[in-house]
């Protein structure tokens, strides 16, 4: 089931946001294989809500959400 108000990210996007929380390489491929592309207008995009809920399981990160800011128009 597909959420139409979720938000895609690419690729340089998605690694820009995971490596600024303290993700290393591994980390990061592991999280966006496991969150999976999606198609979108001819593009891999990766749901950011996925990524985020993925990423806040991280133990340093604590208490501390991973949020996307992206623009209504994303």
Not at 28 to 35: E, H, K, S
Not at 38 to 66: C, F, S, T
């Amino acid at each position: 089931m597909t959420n139409e108000m979720t938000s895609y990210i690419d690729f340089i996007a998605a690694t820009r946001l995971l490596a600024a929380q303290g993700f290393n390489k591994l980390d990061i491929q592991c999280i966006l294989d496991l969150t999976g592309p999606q198609m979108r207008n001819g593009r891999p995009l990766w749901p950011a809500d996925q990524i985020e809920r993925l990423a806040a399981r991280a133990y340093w990160l604590g208490e501390h959400e991973v949020a996307v800011s992206l623009p209504a128009a994303a």
